[in-house]
């Protein structure tokens, strides 16, 4: 299982950024994928779910309105679109799947500063 998260960077307050996460390894379609973020000092948290055909999604209340998650299972990629970003969702964001075990990315640094 193999995944890779791109599409971070530094966007000022109120802006957006989009993260993407290819995943190879394993049959991508058949399972839920997540995306989890660490904020220095704190634990991982999960951000947002997605079902295995993209049909259902749960997010944290705190990205609730804000953020998207979405698949493309052609592609074997998970999407989170990020908007009205806020100080407070400065983190290391991570794409997770569980295939017997936790695996997870290497992570991609979102900073909201202006």
């Known amino acids: 299982v193999q995944l890779v998260e791109s599409g971070g960077g530094l966007v000022q307050p109120g802006g957006s950024l989009r993260l993407s996460c290819a995943a190879s390894?394993?049959?991508?379609?058949?399972?839920?994928m997540r995306w989890y973020r660490q904020a220095p000092g704190k634990e991982r948290e999960l951000v947002a779910a997605?079902?295995?055909?993209?049909?259902?999604?749960n997010y944290a209340d705190s990205v609730k309105g804000r953020f998207t998650i979405s698949r493309d299972n052609a592609k074997n990629t998970v999407y989170l679109q990020m908007n009205s970003l806020k100080p407070e969702d400065t983190a290391v964001y991570y794409c997770?799947?569980?295939?017997?075990?936790?695996?997870w990315g290497q992570g991609t640094q979102v900073t909201v500063s202006s």
């Open positions: 997605i079902s295995s055909a993209g049909g259902s999604t």
């Open positions: 997770n799947v569980v295939v017997r075990v936790n695996h």
């Open positions: 390894g394993f049959t991508f379609s058949s399972y839920v």
